[in-house]
């Protein structure tokens, strides 16, 4: 082996060591947004989420398509929450109650959400559920 093909397998091993650390790096990266979502939505568990909040939300998820266009699909949300075991699910409401509060009825005031689609997000027990499932599995397949 001459001294350039053993500089030329340094260079090789030194190279394979830095994609495995960006690698390490992103998944470390993408481990720490997708815990940051989670105290996120923790925050917003079961609160009416009106166009305004609806718009924070799509844009704290930050998802997006092949073409770099942001997701607002709830059905989309609740695939990638899935896909990522974040325990969270997004439902769609309408808002029907005519007044706003729980006075008398003399003191009421008319909902100015009356009709408006609302977003409300659920904490799911999915991975838990998978989790004991799978630990159930593991300890039949070794029996």
């Known amino acids: 082996m001459t001294g350039l093909e053993s500089l030329q397998n340094e260079m090789d091993a030194i190279n394979e060591k830095i994609l495995i650390s960006k ?4 998944e470390i990266e993408e481990k720490s947004r997708i815990k940051e979502l989670e105290y996120y939505l923790d925050s917003i568990v079961e609160k009416m989420l ?7 939300l799509i844009q704290t998820i930050g998802l997006k398509d092949a073409r770099g ?3 607002k699909s709830i059905a989309q949300f609740n695939k990638y929450f899935d896909e ?3 325990p969270f699910t997004i439902r769609s409401y309408t808002d029907w109650d005519r007044t706003d509060g729980h006075l008398s009825k003399y003191f009421r005031k008319k ?6 689609v609302y977003w409300m997000i659920f904490k799911t027990n999915k991975t838990a559920i998978h989790a004991l499932f799978h630990n159930i599995l593991a300890e039949t397949i070794i029996i």
């Open 69 to 71: 266009r942001p997701q």
């Open 111 to 116: 909902n100015p959400n009356y009709g408006k």
């Open 84 to 86: 990522n075991k974040i």
């Open 50 to 56: 009106y166009k305004n909040e609806r718009q924070e």
């Open 23 to 26: 690698s390490l790096i992103d």
